[in-house]
């Protein structure tokens, strides 16, 4: 029987703009965790120190300076939030996240984290997409450089034969029906899921 008292739903937009990216990782920092767990940070930090042995490098790391004052310039828009960085945080990983829950002992940090970990899905997806999409637009520029480049020299070049001049052509030909399929694919990927998806 599930006994948890029902949390205040978060909005995976709200969640979003509380995670950043340090040293090629999506993490949450532990001040804006505190607030949404309700604790002080600094019983937050306590928990992880009684606990530090659950906590490696991929779970958990403290910024430097550079990246302490970077963010301070960027995200630290109020003076009151400025006035209150003088610590440098600790950036939690999604395997760190998911690993506080344990620590804190606290039914809210348990619900809390279920909807960050969907937030954390909803980004690797938005992600995952736009690369896909990205992918495609670096193979249609290819396709297209070739595709000129191949009609330079049957436009350009006039000592080539018959048989060579065919052959070009056809490859000409091929790489402009690659690059109808490769257009197909790109606006596929770009459309949204629509449905339900079964998993083999």
């Not at 395997?95 to 620590?103: C, E, F, K, P, T």
């Not at 450089?145 to 009609?151: A, G, K, M, P, V």
Request: no cysteine; charged share 25%.
């Amino acid at each position: 029987m599930n006994n948890l008292q029902p949390v205040q739903p978060i909005s995976v937009d709200n969640i979003k703009t509380k995670i950043y990216e340090f040293r090629g990782q999506k993490v949450m920092l532990d001040r804006d965790l505190a607030a949404l767990y309700q604790v002080e940070t600094k019983r937050l930090n306590e928990a992880v120190k009684r606990n530090i042995l659950r906590f490696p490098a991929d779970f958990m790391f403290q910024l430097n300076d550079s990246e302490f004052q970077n963010w301070k310039s960027q995200f630290a828009t109020s003076n009151s939030i400025k006035m209150g960085a003088r610590k440098k945080p600790y950036a939690f990983t999604e395997l760190g996240i998911a690993m506080l829950s344990s620590v804190l002992s606290s039914e809210i940090a348990i619900q809390v984290n279920i909807q960050i970990m969907r937030a954390f899905v909803t980004i690797k997806k938005s992600l995952t997409s736009k690369e896909i999409v990205l992918k495609f637009e670096n193979i249609d520029l290819r396709f297209q450089s070739l595709h000129e480049y191949l009609e330079n020299i049957l436009t350009t070049q006039n000592d080539i034969n018959d048989d060579t001049a065919a052959q070009l052509e056809l490859i000409n030909q091929t790489l402009a029906e690659l690059q109808a399929e490769n257009t197909i694919r790109k606006e596929f990927a770009e459309r949204k899921p629509v449905g339900f998806k079964i998993e083999k």
